[in-house]
């Protein structure tokens, strides 16, 4: 009883009057929804607000913890371990907004590395063009997977794990060719592993480079408003005339090709591409956006927030390793630490929504 | 009978009132939606709650069905103050509430759809025999023997799910009984039919409180009202002889305006035909219909619930399966297979369905308003030109009278009514030739109402064509240069304006064929 | 009027025959598909379908047989449960901790129940109570129980040797075996719960309209924390199977089993937005993975191009699934987002 008036209050509008009666058939999981648009400017800050305050605060618990943690050489090697998440997060996000879900990234980096470091590799190709290659094929596993997603109806958790199984042999077998390993040893990708803008390793800086177009292309252009409106009632954006289907097989395109690019950062980092890259990607990622705060049901959410999401993931997963946390215990206490995280923050919108 | 509610009457004097509420106070984020109201109802009465659209009338009796907790204030029940913390309690405590929109689930049955929460049994163990034997009772009892207890609730037409959402509050046996506006999707006949459920439920003690917009009904079979006005009370006065125009005055607090259009605002049949509609059929819902509409007119399309005019309107936004004929386009003969097909045509649609096929509700008020015309408002080609989109958003909410807290509030935090208007607003912005609109005015207030016809009218004057679906006879036989009246999916007859009274139409729309004809 | 009301009644029975043609498709086209697969694994495999390989088949996937069911509540009521795989291998841990401890058996399926029922308890406290979208908390409990049972075994199996394992894997009544009794148990028990009691009822009710159910006077948070404790015995019985089939408690037990039972209810024809399904569906479902699982397997064939191949045939039946459908229901058929 005290548990279901609890939840009554958190959510505020939601269970609310006729008001929000509107779609009220996505209840619990749904984030408190305020009184703003997510596409505001306000809610964007507000949001944004809690999961700064989280992040914030693990840093300083680790950093009392563990006086490395806070050290700059550190602070680097998280922003690296986070740009790959956070890149294929921004994909993964506009994918989760209209409704979708792409479990296939994982396997979708691990091909566009192989692919292009084998064109590289056996093949003498330019480096920029190996890149767009692989890129390419990055857009085209997202295109079949909005194909189907779209066209057939099936539902987008089987499709792209169905995707996710057969991309995976597929990429394997590029690897094979190269004896299973690919050494991507090209000076482009040494000076991505090895270089730093503005202060920021240059995979990092990519990264905040894409979260700032992708966040100006969502909040300033009808494609972001087409995505928003999909995602929350995508009947009454049919009968707005908007091009839904286009639009969403576009977005799975998206969701391929941020993957890709993923995975071409991992192969930079590493300098290497072997059959389990990218294994568990997806659930890394999923764990980031959901950590951001977007919603799974509702189309509700903000690409920058996935941003947060990555941040708290990728401290965490540092903070177990430079601890030296046993390799057995590290798994559980990740699971331990992302929930905490997730209710930490739910906890603070609940005192600052009253 | 009459007797009987003398009775009531003296005991009121001595028994405290079946509800009171007192002093409830209800502030949403940025907004009082309500502010110290007192409230309060007899046994045996029907009690109206009237209010523009943001008042706050459906915010006080979710108070009370225990969806929100109030701020402020006591709620009395038979003089005993309860706190009413879920809709559980509620329940209870015999407050049943049908609210303003649909809550049925679409996947049961009608009668697990009814005693849903209360399944017969064991408490855990389900007798489905007895739920669907009492359902069956209910319905008869409310003299619905055409629907189907073992019917899926989505195959039900809107007003049918109406009528189900009614008798599952009525099998609670409620001692309070709260209609938020029930016969919005009623046509006369339902709404007649409710009316007299509604008077028998009274002589037997009910305390009824009702909402709706339409003062006909108020004047007609409330005993009391209750004015709010911007979450304050205005006044509680007895119903008895009062007016609707009264009513609308001391609603508003002002004189309403004469909302229809004049005689001498008629087209001349010389103007140019905007649609040419030949033979068109929808399955089996619509047959062969033929019609044209020129410029500067408004046509009315009526008919009995389900005569086929929403179908036939859904065929020309290119969102009904299986149409078949010819649409011509100031001449032309065109294809429309998709709403986007049909909105490069200069056509446009709003449906009845505003919670499945009209809103966003968690976009704010201005992208729900502006997402078809977003062409408009880009600026070099790309990137979206904020300033432009708020102010014409603005123009909007001013002109259609908007109670919002500003254009980013998401639209989910809307009344029924305003969110009904932001719709509407958003056909209107996107400027098209054609507007096609299905109950346009469903829950919108008198005062509001006046201003759209009145902008409905404007717009034909400026040349547009203009098609109104409506069940609502008043507005269609004020708004409309002719009338074609549907039954059973065939066009049963058209009436000109001059021609046109309630009796010939309701005659017509009944039968199928009249007099004249 | 009348005539209004008798059109009124036939147009919704028509609404009703195409509904249930569609229903007829779901349930029985990919059961069509089935045949297609044991036909083809016949012809490659004549030994296929043979009673001991049916008997087998059915024991290896029991595990999935059984969580199938508890998953079929989660994806009707829309509180999805990516926890179970992980779940079974820590109850299993926990039942051979306490076994190997005590040395009694049935303290040591009570200690397997005991963390199924918590760690379902956890979850639903987490979802309900504080509000959580229940996949980011299942997807925790995925990453966290597995991490638990690892980290408690260091990652090694521990044997359990008792009479009672070696009961469920030898006992035998006319090829009816433990395992088999047990999965059919769980079928019973979820269709008698799904289809005749209030949880099953407010299963569908959750997925059609969580604040609808509320209003009705529905106590929602008792009912979803009841469905979470119900897939907890469901993992336990599963747990069971499992530790039996291997006679030890592996920590990397059942990996992947959540998805596979996901995979299994979805092709099975219940749909993934909730609100409607049934256990006849799932049990297709099952049947068509189980094969696949089978079928590939006694054909030698290995990881990469096991998945490969699994993958596709679960694409290629769900292509068939949609396309009939499709062609059921003619060119005319709305497109999407329409209101039918
Ligand atoms: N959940 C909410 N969050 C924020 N504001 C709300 C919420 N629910 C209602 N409001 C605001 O409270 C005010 C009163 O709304 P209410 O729904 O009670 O109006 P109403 O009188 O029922 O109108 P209508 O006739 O249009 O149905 C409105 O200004 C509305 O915007
Ligand atoms: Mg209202």
């Given at each position: 009883m005290a548990s279901d008036w609890g939840s009554r209050v958190d959510r505020g509008g939601r269970v609310a009057a006729e008001g929000a009666t509107i779609v009220g058939d996505h209840p619990s999981g749904a984030r408190a929804a305020g009184e703003r648009s997510p596409l505001s400017l306000a809610s964007a800050l507000a949001g944004g607000l809690s999961g700064v305050v989280v992040v914030v605060a693990l840093a300083l618990v680790f950093g009392l913890t563990s006086p490395y943690f806070l050290t700059p050489d550190n602070a680097f090697n998280i922003l690296r371990q986070m740009s790959v998440i956070g890149v294929v997060g921004i994909g993964a996000t506009l994918v989760i907004l209209i409704g979708g879900i792409d479990l296939s990234v994982g396997s979708v980096a691990l091909l566009t590395g192989g692919f292009t470091g084998t064109l590289i590799l056996n093949y003498g190709v330019n480096p920029w063009l190996a890149i767009v290659a692989g890129l390419a094929a990055a857009a085209f596993v997202g295109l079949v997977n909005g194909t189907l997603v779209e066209l057939?109806?099936?539902s987008p958790v089987i499709v792209t794990l169905g995707t996710l199984i057969v991309v995976r042999g597929i990429g394997q077998a590029i690897l094979w060719l190269n004896n299973s390993w690919v050494y991507v040893e090209d000076p482009l990708f040494a000076y991505i592993a090895a270089e730093r803008w503005f202060f920021l390793p240059v995979s990092a800086a990519l990264m905040f480079i894409l979260y700032l177009i992708v966040s100006m292309v969502m909040t300033q252009t009808s494609f972001g408003r087409a995505v928003y409106a999909i995602g929350n009632n995508q009947r009454a954006a049919v009968l707005c005339g908007l091009p839904v289907n286009r639009v969403k097989v576009l977005v799975y395109m998206l969701g391929g090709l941020f993957a890709g690019i993923g995975g071409l950062l991992v192969a930079a980092r590493t300098g290497v591409v072997n059959p389990t890259a990218g294994l568990g990607l997806e659930f890394q990622v999923i764990t980031a956006v959901v950590l951001g705060g977007t919603s799974l049901r509702d189309g509700i959410g903000r690409v920058e927030k996935t941003l947060v999401g990555t941040a708290i993931l990728a401290m965490v997963l540092n903070y177990l390793t430079i601890r030296g946390v046993p390799d057995t215990w590290q798994t559980s206490v990740t699971g331990l630490m992302i929930l905490a995280a997730v209710v930490l923050d739910r906890l603070l919108r609940r005192t600052r929504e009253g | 009978m009459h007797g009987k509610t003398r009775v009531a009457s003296n005991q009121s004097l001595t028994v405290p009132p079946a509800l009171e509420m007192r002093g409830i106070s209800k502030r949403f984020p940025g907004v009082v939606a309500l502010d110290r109201v007192d409230f309060s109802v007899r046994g045996g009465e029907i009690h109206s709650l009237i209010g523009q659209n943001g008042a706050g009338k459906s915010t006080l009796m979710n108070i009370l069905s225990g969806v929100y907790p109030p701020d402020e204030g006591q709620i009395l029940i038979d003089g005993k103050a309860v706190t009413i913390g879920h809709p559980r309690e509620a329940l209870r405590r015999g407050i049943g509430t049908v609210y303003q929109e649909l809550s049925l689930l679409p996947n049961l049955s009608v009668a697990d759809n009814i005693f849903l929460g209360r399944e017969a049994g064991n408490g855990f163990v389900i007798d489905e025999r007895v739920i669907v034997d009492r359902a069956r009772a209910v319905l008869d009892l409310l003299g619905e023997?055409?629907?189907?207890?073992?019917?899926?609730?989505?195959?039900?037409p809107l007003a049918q799910q109406q009528i189900v959402e009614i008798a599952k509050v009525l099998s609670h046996e409620p001692r309070i009984l709260i209609l938020d506006e029930p016969t919005a999707p009623l046509a006369a006949e339902e709404t007649r039919r409710l009316f007299a459920i509604l008077h028998e439920l009274k002589t037997r003690g009910l305390a009824i409180i009702f909402i709706s917009h339409r003062f006909q009904e108020i004047v007609a079979h409330c005993d009391r009202g209750t004015i709010l006005r911007n979450g304050r009370l205005v006044l509680t006065l007895p119903l008895a002889g009062v007016t609707e125009e009264e009513l609308a005055e001391r609603m508003i607090g002002q004189q309403v305006e004469g909302c229809y259009r004049t005689e001498d605002q008629t087209r001349p049949d010389s103007a140019e035909v905007l649609l040419e509609v030949n033979g068109l059929s929808v399955g089996d819902r619509v047959h062969d219909v033929s019609f044209a509409l020129r410029r500067g007119e408004i046509i009315g399309v009526t008919g009995l619930l389900g005569a086929g005019q929403n179908e036939l309107a859904r065929a020309l936004f290119g969102i009904a399966p299986k149409a078949a004929g010819t649409i011509r386009r100031r001449g032309r003969e065109v294809r429309i297979g998709s709403p986007a097909e049909a909105i490069d045509q200069g056509i446009c649609l709003l449906t009845e369905h505003r919670k499945q096929e009209g809103l966003f509700p968690d976009l704010s008020v201005k992208e729900n308003m502006t997402l078809p015309s977003l062409g408009v408002f880009r600026r070099g080609g790309v990137f979206l030109d904020n300033g432009r989109e708020r102010d014409a958003v603005r123009r909007f909410i001013d002109a259609l009278h908007i109670v919002v807290r500003s254009a980013g509030s998401r639209v989910r935090t809307l009344s029924g009514g305003n969110q009904q208007k932001v719709i509407l607003a958003r056909w209107l912005m996107r400027d098209l030739e054609v507007l096609i609109f299905i109950e346009p005015t469903r829950g919108i207030d008198v005062g509001a109402k006046a201003e759209i016809y009145g902008d409905l009218v404007r717009l034909a004057g400026e040349g547009k064509g203009i098609i109104v679906v409506s069940t609502e006879l008043p507005e269609i036989l004020g708004l409309s240069d002719r009338i074609l009246v549907m039954h059973g999916g065939r066009l049963a007859r058209v009436v000109e304006r001059e021609a046109a009274t309630e009796e010939g139409l309701l005659a017509t729309i009944q039968g199928g064929h009249a007099d004249g004809v | 009027m009348r005539r209004e009301a008798g059109d009124g009644r036939w147009r919704s029975r028509g609404g009703e025959a195409r509904y249930v043609a569609g229903t007829l498709l779901a349930d029985y086209g990919l059961l069509l598909m089935f045949g297609v697969l044991v036909a083809i694994f016949t012809i490659i495999n004549p030994g296929f379908l043979t009673v001991a390989n049916v008997q087998s088949l059915l024991e290896q996937n029991a595990a999935l047989a059984i969580v199938a069911v508890g998953t079929t509540f989660a994806i009707i009521s829309r509180n999805i449960d990516l926890s179970p795989g992980s779940l079974i291998a820590l109850s299993g841990v926990a039942l051979a901790l306490v076994f190997t401890a005590t040395g009694n058996i049935v303290l040591g399926l009570l200690a397997g129940l005991a963390v199924a029922i918590l760690v379902e308890l956890c979850n639903a406290l987490l979802i309900v109570g504080v509000g959580i979208d229940p996949l980011i908390v299942t997807l925790a409990a995925w990453i966290w129980v597995r991490g638990l049972a690892v980290s408690l075994t260091d990652a090694s199996s521990v044997v359990v040797r008792s009479p009672f394992i070696d009961f469920m894997n030898s006992f035998e009544l006319l090829g009816i075996s433990p395992p088999i009794v047990l999965i059919g148990v769980a079928y019973l028990a979820g269709w008698f719960l799904l289809n005749k009691t209030r949880l099953g009822r407010y299963t569908y009710a959750l997925g059609g309209d969580e604040r609808a159910t509320r209003q009705a006077g529905v106590n929602t948070a008792f009912y979803k924390i009841l469905m979470f404790l119900m897939f907890g015995v469901f993992v336990w019985l599963g747990t069971i199977v499992t530790v039996s089939r291997l006679g030890a408690a592996a920590p990397d037990a059942a990996y992947g089993l959540e998805l596979d039972a996901i995979v299994a209810v979805i092709i099975g024809g219940n749909p993934f937005h909730g609100g409607e399904g049934s256990l006849r569906r799932t049990a297709v479902g099952v049947l068509f993975i189980a094969v696949l699982n089978n079928g590939l397997s006694t054909l030698g064939m290995r990881d990469a191009s096991f998945y490969a191949f699994k993958g596709m045939a679960i694409l290629l039946a769900l292509l068939f699934d949609v396309l009939s459908r499709q062609l059921l229901r003619g060119a005319t058929a709305p497109a999407r987002g329409q209101a039918v």
């Open positions: 057939l109806q099936i | 023997t055409a629907i189907d207890v073992t019917a899926r609730a989505r195959n039900l | -």
